[in-house]
């Protein structure tokens, strides 16, 4: 059962536009969602987050919109750059109770958006 | 500073083996979180590991086992290798409290099985 949907699989865009990747979540107990940045032969690095009591968060060209209603999210970049060619996933994580430490809650991430911008 | 690294980097095993991967957590971290990555595909979680013991578990089945040490590096032991198992893996690190949703990567292990 895929918990985070991930749309579109891929997207080109040309230099200086503004690509849109779209995710939907089922699980309302969810309540952190981040988005991670990967280029080839690397990890995962985070690029920004939102919890659902913000309706939009901006990092520099990088921002989320969060509709809670509908259990949607999305990532814009502006004024997107070649640099910015990698996959993008977003992410999900549940409030997971308990009385131990660690990172509560496990994160469930979407199929991933690779993301070609074009000079 | 170093991040979270991982060791190997790449290697090859064939049906029925067994593979240990080893990660070492970003400084100042002490969960250690393992996921497997297919081509194509998003990470899944593996399993975490806090204060030496497996806190959560995702759907994975026996065959994948880990270790956290004193030191708060970690292991993952994949037994009876299937083809399937062929994905990156990779090690997340983070901490406990204010800061506990942010997972570090490493570069992962990639791992072929023939």
């Known amino acids: 059962q895929q918990q985070v949907k991930q749309s579109p699989q891929s997207l080109i865009v040309q230099k200086g536009g503004i690509p849109i990747i779209n995710c939907a979540y089922e699980?309302?107990?969810?309540?952190?969602f981040p988005w991670y940045q990967q280029f080839p032969g690397k990890g995962p690095a985070l690029l920004i987050a939102?919890?659902?009591?913000?309706s939009e968060k901006k990092e520099g060209r990088f921002t989320i919109s969060f509709n809670k209603s509908a259990k949607q999210f999305s990532l814009h970049i502006m004024d997107s750059q070649p640099g910015d060619s990698a996959t993008y996933f977003c992410?999900?994580?549940?409030?997971?109770?308990?009385?131990?430490?660690?990172?509560?809650?496990?994160?469930?991430f979407g199929k991933g958006t690779k993301l070609s911008v074009k000079p | 500073d170093a991040g979270v690294t991982q060791s190997p980097t790449h290697l090859i095993k064939t049906r029925g083996q067994q593979v240990t991967l080893r990660c070492s957590p970003k400084?100042?971290?002490?969960?250690v979180s393992w996921y497997q990555q297919a081509l194509g595909q998003g990470p899944q979680f593996i399993f975490q590991?806090?204060?030496?013991?497996?806190?959560q578990r995702g759907n994975f089945p026996d065959r994948f086992s880990g270790h956290q040490f004193p030191n708060y590096s970690s292991e993952l032991n994949v037994n009876a290798l299937l083809l399937g198992d062929s994905a990156l893996y990779l090690c997340?690190?983070?901490?406990?409290?204010?800061?506990?949703?942010?997972?570090?990567f490493g570069a992962g292990s990639r791992l072929t099985v023939l």
């Open positions: 997340a690190s983070s901490t406990t409290g204010y800061g506990a949703n942010v997972l570090t």
């Open positions: 699980n309302t107990a969810f309540d952190y």
């Open positions: 939102i919890r659902p009591d913000v």
């Open positions: 992410a999900a994580k549940g409030d997971v109770s308990g009385n131990y430490g660690g990172s509560q809650g496990n994160l469930i």
């Open positions: 400084s100042g971290h002490d969960t």
């Open positions: 590991y806090y204060e030496e013991e497996e806190r």
